[in-house]
């Protein structure tokens, strides 16, 4: 059974990602979006006001479907439950960073390239990824950090810790072309999830342990 057509609006913000992501926002044309969406220009001023407006949800749509692709829809793993020991809330959280980090990245995927371009170049649809998307993990790893550390910490110090995982987390990301030209093949395989996560999370909570959680010998 085939699947039903794509309303108009859909049709659009799929060919508005395409668009952006080959073309950029200033070099690509409502014209050419609305021809492959099969609409009238008219279109893009009754869904999305204008061309602006279209491009900020042509990439959160991009950023959304990724988004759910990895993750689904809770931004909330297994084990990161409020009530359970911070411990292992933040070794879920790691665990799920990198392996949203590394998740296997199609780089001719239009909404990759799109994003990829957003974040490069930020504008207003940066503002909508970070506080539709990154703010809840942000939030969580912060209610985490604040229940491993004593209450007298302070702020800035607590931030900073939290950088320092998100950090370690994206830098496999980041580089992982470079790091493929360092290292082996044999080696870069042995660079799993698993095994980055936990050491993450051992370098993370050497820190802790090393400022906060003196020996009282």
């Excluded at 869904?47 to 990895?70: I, M, N, P």
């Excluded at 799109?114 to 506080?131: C, G």
């Amino acid at each position: 059974m085939s699947s039903p057509p794509l309303e108009a609006k859909q049709r659009l913000l799929l060919a508005a990602i395409h668009e952006f992501a080959l073309h950029g926002y200033d070099h690509g044309t409502v014209r050419r979006i609305c021809g492959r969406a099969d609409v009238n220009v008219n279109a893009v001023k009754y869904y999305f006001t204008d061309k602006r407006g279209l491009y900020v949800e042509a990439v959160k749509e991009a950023h959304r479907s990724r988004h759910q692709a990895l993750v689904g829809n809770s931004f909330i793993p297994p084990g990161d439950e409020p009530d359970l020991d911070p411990v292992v809330r933040l070794k879920a959280f790691i665990f799920q960073m990198v392996k949203m980090a590394l998740a296997a990245q199609d780089r001719t995927d239009h909404r990759h390239l799109l994003i990829f371009r957003e974040l490069a170049n930020p504008s207003e649809a940066t503002q909508h990824i970070v506080q539709e998307f990154i703010r809840p993990h942000f939030e969580r790893l912060n209610d985490i950090l604040l229940q491993l550390l004593p209450p007298q910490t302070p702020l800035i110090e607590r931030r900073l810790l939290g950088f320092s995982v998100v950090g370690q987390c994206m830098h496999y990301k980041m580089a992982g072309p470079i790091i493929g030209m360092l290292i082996s093949e044999e080696e870069y395989q042995e660079l799993t999830v698993e095994r980055i996560a936990e050491h993450i999370f051992e370098v993370i909570q050497a820190a802790i342990a090393r400022k906060w959680q003196p020996s009282s010998s």
